[in-house]
């Protein structure tokens, strides 16, 4: 496929996973992703998704992060409520890949390379943007 056309695909995804989204604020991650994505040298399949490589560490970062505060400021039945919620979606994650790799793994394309990390990235991103929600409301109710 065209790198033109890579390129379009891959904005696109872009900019549906910005409207997917709870929260319409740009996040700091979605700017140095897009900055990466913009440098020429990346404007490979190979770039892309190394970009989005790059960008889904800062998004498990943030979510390591957010989790960690919210820990801390919560009374021991809600603290073991996140504990085993995180549980569930670490399962939930996992099975999520397998299905993007079992859908994905097989198309012809190098295209799907970037599909894919750009999923594997969301939902991350995604879970790390709830947490975040979650601890925004804790500060605000105190």
């Known amino acids: 496929m065209k790198l033109k056309t890579c390129l379009v695909l891959f904005a696109l995804l872009l900019t549906g996973a910005g409207f997917a989204q709870t929260k319409s604020k740009e996040d700091k991650i979605d700017s140095e992703l897009q900055q990466c994505l913009d440098k020429k040298e990346n404007q490979s399949t190979a770039g892309m998704v190394d970009c989005a490589?790059?960008?889904?560490n800062k998004w498990n970062a943030k979510l390591n992060t957010t989790y960690k505060s919210l820990l801390a400021k919560l009374d021991s039945t809600a603290k073991n409520s996140l504990i085993e919620a995180q549980r569930q979606w670490i399962k939930f994650k996992e099975k999520e890949i397998d299905l993007i790799d079992a859908t994905y793994g097989s198309a012809h394309g190098t295209m799907w390379r970037i599909v894919?990390?750009?999923?594997?990235?969301?939902?991350?991103k995604q879970r790390a943007m709830e947490l975040e929600?979650?601890?925004?409301t804790l500060k605000q109710m105190q």
């Open 116 to 124: 894919r990390a750009q999923k594997v990235m969301d939902i991350t």
């Open 133 to 136: 929600d979650l601890l925004e």
């Open 53 to 56: 490589y790059k960008a889904l």
